[in-house]
């Protein structure tokens, strides 16, 4: 929460400004502020964007800072999750490492927010959940982390996993996750009652990955509209993935969207190019909240990403065959305000009053700062230097 | 067409060896092998692959090297076709500086086989042609450029084209292209008919920019199928972007795929995240010639884009969601090897006897390089060093 004054930078591609930040808030933004002997950094003529925002990511799958991981992992989804059980064990992964290391590579990127999903199952029980929220308590201050306690293994599937679940959120997880209730867990009923009542319990919210697709996935999203009526969570359930909603029939996927408006249900995008997606303009038309993530990336799921958000913004302008500079600017919106809207923060935005979270870019335009996604010169959280030309201050484990 | 012994390189990520070219040619890869007074490069066991092949991209229509372009154009697709046409003219773009840019940077990026598609119109007439056929003519030995004489403006519509076009094919062009007989032309009876009377009376082949999508885009396959049967051009004419070939219809896409197979059509992709795009493991299992390009980048259509095919792969592999190392590898073969099979350029590939074209890139393995397309270290064409560090050693204009 500190005091700086940000000189020479274009907010938005933008005319020239200053950007001052008292106490981690965003004070003022015109031209000639003064400095009042906090600290200066001059952007260069660069452009300022609101801090970028990862609302689904693994914080605590990555294999970063190990070597390439071979990727020969057979073709079903419980292939997969099976797979990365084993490797976790046959490594002794460090949950807390590899979080450390997601995070700083991340806010290398710009990244001051995260919302990440942290295993949970009964072969490993919390320790995951124990090292990336002692990651959370190492670098409080230079990135927000939320946690979700994800049943990845499955729910029902295997007995004991909800009352871990229920024991992480007692540990301070913050919100309940869920998996694919039917295409996973094969107890559509059971799975989404247990989260709700978890969830109920602990007076936290939901975020469920939702990788069904067409009838199956609009089936399972029904079911959880009609527990968030039942047990009055409108605002507090967020579905990740929700491929569902970019199903081909129009008339059933804007059903589900205009539920989504109307229980204020969050909805978390990666943009995968192989799979159909809600789209951007029909969920900010409906007026849903909508925010991006990167997912997990190096880890035994799948080689591609990196972490970086404005990379992100990217895919997503390109799934979504967004062309103009507008759409670009909308994108990127996705990707920092809209992420932080769909985790309920307030104010995160370039503008007075807004966190003083702000990433300095390469770019003549916002456009081209995305597209190009050049190395980040500055990266700033609530008013704090935490990253330049592309690397945390803070060493990677 | 030179001599030039690589050592201490992973061909294919494999184990350590040297490379030696001979006359262009790929004459032996080895362990130990004898400079006997050629040039050598040490490439510190870093990975080599084939050269990266562009088979479909737009070298005149790049604005690279001019500032930003602001997109603000309309949905249609004639929107951006007359946009583009305005645009050159009040830039006055000039098609040899913008294609000598262009070919430049995906040299530094590996690229040493590239396919463009150069507008043709009843305004420009053939400037563009010439533009890019004089880089051609500057860059052989560093790059090999394909020219498909591309009605970009439509055909039929435009009155006056197809008389342009074959006097392109009389200009030096190396096949004739056609666009949307459908979809844009409104008139593919007629498309079709006169684009393989240009070839045939030039005794040269076809490559068809089709994006119609579904049963519209199957009927002007069929009607293209028809007339390679008639004119007996089996081999002789191409389909990039093919989007019909991935729609949902099983059993329909299967039928032009084996037709593909057939009448040996190959297809070019540039695997756009927003569209249906064609599958790599059908096209490959069913035995269809499959290659892919950046398509335009940087221009008045989109911003997406910089020319480069190892981050190509990387998206081609996203798109078919491959996730395996050995399926990344896949993704390379059709930016190298097989976009070049696609061109009917036999021998591009990294074996005794192959062209002596070679990228050494950074990575642990072939997935990792692709992956993460840090800059190229080295890039050789037949021989000849052309890039060091991602960057040409030729000048860009």
Redesign the interface.
């Known amino acids: 929460m500190s005091n700086l004054l940000i000189k020479n930078v274009r907010p938005m591609g933008g005319p020239l400004a200053d950007i001052r930040i008292e106490n981690g808030r965003i004070a003022a933004i015109g031209s000639s502020l003064v400095a009042d002997g906090v600290a200066v950094e001059d952007a260069g003529g660069r452009i300022a964007i609101a801090g970028l925002v990862d609302a689904h990511t693994h914080l605590d799958k990555s294999l970063l800072g190990y070597?390439?991981y071979?990727?020969?992992?057979g073709p079903r989804l419980i292939d997969k999750i099976d797979n990365e059980r084993k490797v976790k064990r046959d490594y002794g992964l460090d949950a807390h490492v590899q979080s450390m290391r997601q995070s700083l590579q991340s806010v290398g990127y710009g990244t001051t927010l995260i919302r990440t999903h942290v295993d949970i199952d009964t072969d490993q029980g919390l320790i995951a959940l124990e090292g990336v929220m002692e990651t959370r308590r190492q670098l409080a201050g230079v990135v927000e982390i939320e946690i979700v306690a994800f049943p990845q293994s499955g729910l029902m599937r295997r007995p004991g996993t909800a009352e871990l679940i229920d024991g992480g959120m007692a540990m301070g997880a913050d919100l309940v996750g869920g998996l694919d209730p039917c295409g996973m867990d094969r107890d559509p009923k059971a799975h989404l009652d247990t989260i709700f009542a978890i969830a109920e319990k602990h007076g936290k919210g939901i975020d469920i990955h939702l990788h069904e697709g067409g009838e199956l996935g609009a089936f399972s999203m029904e079911m959880t509209f009609e527990r968030i009526r039942a047990h009055g969570m409108q605002g507090k359930v967020a579905v990740s993935h929700a491929f569902c909603l970019g199903m081909?029939d129009w008339n059933a996927s804007q059903a589900l969207i205009d539920t989504c408006a109307e229980l204020d249900v969050p909805i978390l995008t990666t943009?995968?190019?192989?799979?159909e997606v809600p789209s951007l303009k029909r969920l900010r038309a409906a007026g849903v909240r909508f925010g991006a993530g990167v997912d997990g990336f190096r880890d035994t799921?799948?080689?591609?990403g990196?972490g970086d958000m404005l990379e992100r913004a990217?895919?997503l302008?390109?799934?979504?065959?967004l062309?103009?500079?507008?759409e670009?600017v909308l994108a990127l919106d996705v990707c920092t305000t809209g992420g932080a809207m769909a985790m309920d923060r307030a104010a995160h935005a370039l503008e007075v009053g807004g966190r003083g979270d702000i990433v300095v870019v390469e770019?003549?335009?916002v456009?081209?700062a995305?597209?190009?996604h050049a190395p980040r010169k500055l990266v700033v959280t609530a008013g704090n230097v935490v990253a330049r030309d592309g690397k945390s201050l803070r060493e990677r484990p």
Request: proline letters at 14%.
């Open positions: 070597p390439w071979k990727n020969e992992v081909p943009a995968p190019p192989s799979r799921w799948g080689p591609y990196n990217m895919l302008g390109m799934k979504n065959n062309r103009r500079d507008d670009l770019g003549e335009t456009g081209e995305i597209v190009t």
